[in-house]
């Protein structure tokens, strides 16, 4: 898989850049405790997924693309 550039320029950011015009949001991921780790957004340019991170995420408070999560069938927006 080949990420777009605007998916490319998003990793890294901190987390208060706003997703770019392709990302689809796609749900969030919550701790045990249901603290918000992080938005999850799909590229549909690239199909990339991104993570956008709060302060609990991992690296916290910034974008990463990653896998496809694994806990999607109880991801509700
Ligand atoms: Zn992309």
Redesign the pocket.
């Known amino acids: 898989m080949q ?2 550039d ?2 490319h320029l998003l990793v890294g950011e901190p987390s208060s850049v706003p997703p770019h015009a ?1 990302l689809a949001a796609s749900g969030v991921a919550r701790l045990a405790n249901r603290c918000k780790t992080d938005s999850r957004w799909r ?1 549909m ?2 199909g ?1 997924w991104m993570y956008q991170g709060t302060a609990l995420g991992e690296p916290p408070n910034m974008w990463r693309m990653g896998p496809r999560p694994q806990d999607m069938v109880d991801v509700k927006v």
């Open positions: 990420a777009c605007r998916c392709d590229c340019a690239c990339a």
